[in-house]
C-alpha cells in the first residue's frame, strides 16, 4: 500500500478554534429547525412584575430584565424546570450568574431581543464564568422565542474576548453552539 492512500496517520495540525466544534451546531439548522417556545399572555404578566422589581432595585431597564425573563422562561419550559427560575432581587442588578437547574447542572440564558436575525452568543467577561452551561435564546416575537443553541463553559471561556463600548465580553458563534432538539 502507498502511503498516499494511507488514511491511518496521525500527522493531523489541532483546529485553529477556541474549542472543538459540536458534531452538529446550530449554525447547522434552517431557520425553520430551531424549537419555539411560546410563552402564553398570563405568564408575561408574571415575568413582567418580575421585571419590574429588578429594574427598581437594580441598573437597566424592565423591558430589559423582562427580556432576560422570557428567555429563561422558555428554556425551562420544555426542560421542566420553571420552578427552578431566578427571580430573585439582587441590589447590584446581576443573578450571580446562573439563571437556571437542570439535573444538577446551572445555566445562564443569554437572551437577544428581535433585532438580530443571526445571533451569537455573548457573555460578559468581566465576571467569573459560573454556570456549567450557557443558552443563546432569540424573541421573535413579544409571545415567542427561539432557542438558537448552547454551550458548555469551557466553550466559552475559550472563545475569542471582543470588546464593544469599553465592555468586554466572550463571543460564542453559532458554529460552536449544540442545537437544542427540534421535539423539546
Do not use: C, W
Not at 437542570?102 to 445555566?107: L, P, T, V
Not at 460578559?124 to 413579544?142: C, F, M, P, T
Amino acid at each position: 500500500m502507498s502511503k498516499d492512500n494511507n488514511d491511518d496517520t496521525n500527522d493531523v495540525s489541532p483546529p485553529q478554534e477556541p474549542a472543538a466544534t459540536p458534531l452538529f451546531s446550530a449554525a447547522d439548522l434552517d431557520i425553520g429547525d430551531y424549537p419555539v417556545v411560546h410563552i402564553p399572555q398570563n405568564r408575561l404578566f408574571i415575568l413582567q412584575e418580575y421585571a419590574r422589581r429588578i429594574a427598581g432595585a437594580s441598573s437597566g431597564s424592565v423591558e430589559n430584565h423582562r427580556k432576560g425573563k422570557i428567555g429563561e422562561d422558555a428554556v425551562a419550559k420544555p426542560l421542566g424546570v420553571r420552578d427552578s427560575i431566578n427571580l430573585e432581587v439582587y441590589a447590584d442588578g446581576g443573578d450571580g450568574g446562573v439563571d437556571l437547574q437542570h439535573r444538577g447542572a446551572s445555566i445562564d440564558v443569554k437572551t437577544v431581543g428581535q433585532h438580530r436575525s443571526d445571533p451569537s452568543l455573548t457573555v460578559d467577561a468581566y465576571e467569573q464564568l459560573r454556570a456549567d452551561y450557557y443558552v443563546l435564546a432569540s424573541r421573535i416575537s413579544e409571545t415567542d422565542v427561539r432557542l438558537i443553541g448552547y454551550a458548555p463553559r469551557k466553550f466559552v471561556a475559550n472563545a475569542p474576548v471582543r470588546s464593544h463600548e469599553g465592555s468586554n465580553y466572550h463571543f460564542v458563534e453559532q458554529d460552536y453552539l449544540f442545537p437544542f432538539p427540534r421535539s423539546i
